[in-house]
Nanobody
Framework: QVQLVESGGGLVQAGGSLRLSCAAS????????MGWFRQAPGKEREFVAA????????RYADSVKDRFIISRDNAKNTVFLQMNSLKPEDTAVYFC?????????????????WGQGTQVTVSS
């Protein structure tokens, strides 16, 4: 069973930056893709970004492209989401997720493991 623990959320002013971290348990040999999703109050969960553990290839939602950067530290089993130029509409609970399949998909139902989430609030 893979366990994921997010950290790094908080309150930031518009235009600011935050870096989220997602630490995975040691048993990640079956995991090929890590992703970030978010859910704002009253809205559905949406895809933010994904990365392959091995090759480091990435995929982003259009809404965050050129502002957010997903990266990983394989030695520490940790994935990061660097969020720059934050906007009030980025306010949401951010979830880390992991999947065994290789495809960099944005469909949450295809992810096998989820973290508890971390709150990000961007004030105007």
């Amino acid at each position: 069973q893979v366990q994921l623990v997010e950290s790094g959320g908080g309150l930031v002013q518009a235009g600011g930056s935050l870096r989220l971290s997602c630490a995975a348990s040691e048993s990640i040999f079956s995991i090929n893709v890590m992703g970030w999703f978010r859910q704002a109050p009253g809205k559905e969960r949406e895809f933010v970004a994904a990365i392959r553990w091995s090759a480091g290839s990435t995929r982003y939602a259009d809404s965050v492209k050129d502002r957010f950067i997903i990266s990983r530290d394989n030695a520490k089993n940790t994935v990061f989401l660097q969020m720059n130029s934050l906007k009030p509409e980025d306010t949401a609970v951010y979830f880390c997720a992991a999947k065994r399949g290789m495809n960099l998909v944005g469909l949450g139902s295809l992810y096998d493991y989820w973290g508890q989430g971390t709150q990000v609030t961007v004030s105007s």
